[in-house]
């Protein structure tokens, strides 16, 4: 299945916005999930984004730990564009 350029770069938009998100100690959100996935103990698997007909679009980044279990962190734009 093609993916189009207008939803390739909408995705690329939202994976951008939420790396540029600044945590609670004003480092950026990528910064410290790159930090994270130094760890020897876990694979980066990347970043994925999925859209859902009911939820809206789901942007992951997720890490492989122990072997076969996923950490998945995600973060959920609803259809009125706010993160929830």
Known sequence: ???????????QSLQHEI???LCPDDQS???L???KS????????GWRVFSDTEQGVIIERAFLVN?????RYRWIRNKNGQFI
């Open 1 to 11: 299945m093609a993916i189009s350029a207008d939803a390739l770069a909408m995705d």
């Open 29 to 31: 959100l990528s910064s």
């Open 19 to 21: 790396e540029n998100s």
């Open 33 to 35: 999930l790159d930090r």
């Open 67 to 71: 072997k076969g279990m996923e950490l």
């Open 38 to 45: 130094r760890s020897p103990a876990q694979r980066d698997l």
